[in-house]
C-alpha cells in the first residue's frame, strides 16, 4: 500500500514563490540604481575635497570600497534572478565570480575605512559589517565548489543582505530621521546603531522566513 502513495510535488510551491521574488527584485534592484546613482556615482563625477568633505584624506579608501560595494550590488542582482540562471548557466557563473571580485574590493575599503572612522564604535559597527561579509561570500563560494547548490543559493543571499546594508544604512540615515532620534541621543550614536541594524536586522529576518518555510515544508 505504501509504495502506491504519491507525493505532492514542490514546483506548485515553487512557481507560486516565483512572483514574489520577482517583485522583491525589482524593488531591490530599484532602491539599489537611486542609491548608486545619487550617492555614490557622485564621488566620481566631483572628485574632490568639496563634495568628499571629511572623508578627502581617506579619498582613496572610500573610492576602493565604494567601487566594489556598487559593482557587488549589481552583480548580486542578476546573481538572484533565478530565470536567467537556469538560462545562461556560463553567464551565471561569470557574473558569480565579477561578484567575488567585487566583494573582495568592497570588503577591503570597509576595513581600511573602518580603521580611521570616529567614532570608534562605528569603525567597528562598519569591520563587523566587513567580516560578515566575508563569511557569507566565503561559504557560499565554498559551498558551490563542493556541488552544494541549495547551500550555496541561501548563503549568496545573505552575502547579498549583508551587501545591501550599504543602501539601507542609507536609507535610514538621510531618509527616516525620526528613527535616527530614537537610536541614538546624537548623530554618532543613531549612526553607530544603524551600522549593526542595517545587516543584523535583515539577516534575522531572512533566517526566520527561511527556517519557517523549511519547517512548515518538511510537516507538509
Known amino acids: 500500500m505504501a509504495s502506491s502513495v ?9 512557481s507560486s514563490s516565483r512572483p514574489i521574488t520577482i517583485v522583491l527584485l525589482v524593488i531591490a534592484s530599484v532602491v539599489a540604481a ?13 572628485f ?15 573610492v576602493t570600497h565604494i567601487s566594489g560595494g556598487v559593482l557587488a550590488l549589481t552583480c548580486g542582482t542578476l546573481q538572484l ?13 561569470w557574473i558569480g ?11 577591503t575599503g570597509a576595513f581600511l575605512m ?18 560578515a561579509w566575508i563569511v557569507t561570500t566565503g561559504i557560499a563560494w565554498t559551498a558551490i565548489l563542493r556541488g552544494r547548490v541549495e547551500m550555496h543559493k541561501e548563503w ?27 537610536l541614538g541621543s546624537n548623530a554618532d550614536d543613531a549612526a553607530t ?11 534575522a529576518v531572512y533566517e526566520v522566513i527561511l527556517q519557517a518555510k523549511k519547517l512548515f515544508a518538511n510537516a507538509a
Open 6 to 14: 504519491t507525493l505532492p510535488s514542490s514546483t506548485p510551491a515553487k
Open 114 to 131: 573602518a580603521v580611521y572612522s570616529t567614532p570608534r564604535g562605528f569603525g567597528v559597527a562598519l569591520m563587523s559589517l566587513a567580516t
Open 156 to 182: 549568496m543571499m545573505r552575502s547579498y543582505i549583508v551587501a545591501f546594508a550599504f543602501v539601507t544604512f542609507r536609507i535610514v540615515t538621510d531618509l527616516l530621521p525620526s528613527v535616527n532620534r530614537l
Open 34 to 46: 537611486r542609491f548608486i546613482w545619487h550617492y555614490a556615482m557622485r564621488y566620481f563625477l566631483h
Open 97 to 107: 565570480r565579477v561578484y567575488l571580485g567585487a566583494a573582495a574590493v568592497g570588503i
Open 48 to 62: 574632490n575635497a568639496q563634495q568628499f568633505d571629511y572623508y578627502w584624506p581617506h579619498r582613496f579608501r572610500l
Open 81 to 93: 534572478w533565478t530565470g536567467l540562471r537556469q538560462r545562461a548557466m556560463n553567464f551565471h557563473r
Open 193 to 203: 546603531s544603524v551600522g549593526w541594524l542595517s545587516w543584523v536586522l535583515p539577516l
